[in-house]
């Protein structure tokens, strides 16, 4: 890339920064310290301005670099990652949305908790949550390396590695600032210039094929080196029984992980009422899928005008599709137009990354704080009764006045959004050597992943609290750990670690799981946990705390 390029790509990315901290800045003095400040940015939000910020957190460097990249590579098959992250969202807003807004004040723990004793689900639940919030952010950190790579033509690895650790470092600094305000509203701009960004590219991309989409897909499976298996199904999962499995497991962690992902949920708490959680969802639908169906336009875009093998030789995962892409319909290298197109394109992909990591560290840093913190911090005394149910005591708590509220949680917060900002730190420090280790890996295979878990160990407690009247707190407890003890372990022992060209650890061979997605095994895992784990439990389920956050999740009667 020629020193035009970069300049002017570090120039916008610049402004992004600079812009995105000012926001920070300005929150920050505004912010009175509450625990319902720093969480939910005091559920001030309109449901349009939530459901930008939705598809802002949604919309991540693994739906604008990895995706693009896998259609351009494989065709057909790349597609199901982006029908699948779409038809996601059908399965939040038709069972999720509402409900566990009405449930629930910071964290996924709390919607459980209305009904269970509180410590081991906390526990349990806050665990699995950070979990998923790593594997989630690894992948931004690689998008984040690839795209410095390309920007400073195939850099030195000490290069990608800075790059990582900025990002790291910035979105540290957006939490432990602004909270979920200024979250909010760096992801409100980082949507709005993404979509901007992937319109501009979709509409140049179709002009060159003069609107006629069959001359584009025609063009692009001659260039793909693969002709017309390019726009068939099975060039990426069609090499036998176990390629197809890892379709299945793909498709399956796909569609139910959205439900289960930390950083999504949290969202619907940051507007007053459950109706705004499910108008948001609604909003956050007509930008989502205008999106995805955008990226398959780009995907074979960038095989029919940069070519496959370009793309491959830029990046082995085809990371840099995209930006491959913007340079060329720009006018090429060293055009004019191809330099301010790549590095606009440049910018809004780094703008991406940084929104993103913000709301999955804000999260994150929630459940270290809101459940394992408090949890292991509060004393267990055998024989007992565990604290209140959480849906009880907040029912009373709003059931006064509003100023009241206020004032119970100003009074424990500030020690625990301490704790929150400091787990920001933490956690940004584990996902970025996470970052370099799978620096070569898809970044949309990464978030496949990270699906996968969330599947696997959020989305059966996360359906069983709030649909199974007989459910109990050790079917909580081993419905989260029946699913993600096995989804990380499947991944450790499978091809993605070691045994594979594009394994993380190369040289060493120690898969014994053939799967590269674990979904297919580990989500029926956690299901099948949940219920045996309520089954064999001594105590039944509190009939009462059900009927309440039954009610609650359904009526939002006394819900925060």
């Known amino acids: ?12 990315f610049g402004a992004f920064v600079a812009v995105t901290l000012g926001i920070t800045t300005w929150v920050s003095r505004d912010r009175r310290g509450s625990a319902e400040e720093f969480y939910t940015g005091g559920r001030l939000f309109s449901p349009m301005e939530n459901g930008f910020a939705i598809a802002g957190d949604y919309m991540s460097a693994a739906s604008f670099l990895g995706i693009s990249g896998l259609i351009a590579l494989f065709g057909y098959d790349g597609m199901l990652y982006s029908v699948g992250f779409l038809v996601a969202w059908l399965v939040v807003l038709l069972l999720v949305a509402e409900l566990v807004r009405n449930c629930g004040r910071f964290t996924l723990a ?89 319109v501009a590219l979709t509409v140049l991309v179709l002009i060159r094929f003069h609107g006629d989409v069959n001359a584009l897909l025609t063009t692009a499976a001659e260039r793909s080196g693969h002709g017309k298996e390019f726009l068939a199904p099975g060039l990426a ?59 398959i336009v780009l995907g074979f875009g960038a095989a029919a005008v940069v ?16 930006p491959l892409l913007a340079l060329d319909l720009g006018g090429g290298a060293g055009s004019t137009g191809g330099t301010v197109l790549f590095a606009v394109v440049a910018a809004v992909a780094f703008a991406t990354i940084l929104a993103v990591v913000a709301g999955i560290t804000l999260a994150s840093s929630a459940s270290v704080a809101h459940d394992l913190h408090a949890s292991l911090k509060r004393p267990h005394r055998r024989g007992e009764p565990h604290v209140k149910s959480h ?100 991944v450790v022992f499978s091809p993605v670690v070691s045994g594979s060209p594009e394994a993380i650890f190369q040289g060493v061979d120690f898969h ?41 999740s359904l009526t939002g009667a006394g819900a925060v």
Not at 1 to 12: E, F, I, N, P
Not at 307 to 322: C, I, K, M, P
């Open 512 to 552: 014994v799981f053939p799967l590269q997605n674990p979904g297919l095994v580990s989500i029926p895992l956690g299901f099948l946990a949940g219920w045996i784990g309520t089954v064999l439990s001594r105590e039944g389920a509190d009939e009462a705390k059900h009927a309440e956050s039954e009610v609650r």
């Open 1 to 12: 890339m020629s020193v035009d390029h970069r300049s002017l790509a570090l120039l916008l």
């Open 110 to 198: 709390d919607v459980v908790a209305t009904r269970m004793r509180e410590r081991p689900v906390r526990i349990a639940a806050g665990t699995s949550s950070i979990v998923v919030s790593v594997l989630y952010l690894v992948a931004q950190m690689v998008g984040a390396g690839s795209l410095v790579a390309l920007l400073l033509g195939g850099a030195s690895e000490a290069a990608r590695a800075w790059t990582v650790i900025g990002v790291g470092a910035l979105m540290v600094v957006y939490v432990t600032l602004g909270g979920m305000r200024a979250t909010t509203w760096i992801q409100i701009v980082k949507a709005v210039l993404l979509m901007a960004g992937t």
């Open 391 to 490: 849906a009880k005591s907040h029912a009373k708590s709003h059931a006064k006045s509003h100023a009241k509220s206020h004032a119970k949680s100003h009074a424990k917060p500030p020690s625990e959004v301490a704790v929150a900002r400091l787990a920001a730190a933490g956690i940004g420090a584990v996902a970025i050597a996470l970052g370099l280790l799978a620096r070569d890996l898809n970044v949309a295979f990464l978030v496949g992943l990270a699906f996968a878990v969330a599947a696997s160990a959020n989305l059966p407690v996360l359906l069983y609290s709030l649909f199974w009247r007989n459910f109990t707190t050790r079917g909580a407890v081993w419905s989260v750990y029946g699913g993600l003890v096995p989804a990380v372990l499947l």
């Open 307 to 322: 070519g496959t093998d370009e793309v491959r030789a830029s990046s082995a995962a085809g990371n840099t599709a995209v």
């Open 237 to 295: 999962y069609g090499g036998g029984w176990t390629a197809r499995f890892d379709f299945i497991s793909l498709g399956l962690a796909l569609v139910l992980g959205t439900a289960g992902l930390p950083h999504i949920l949290s969202r619907f708490y940051t507007v007053p009422t459950a109706r705004a959680a499910r108008r948001s969802v609604v909003w956050s639908i007509g930008l989502i899928g205008g999106f995805y169906l955008m990226t």
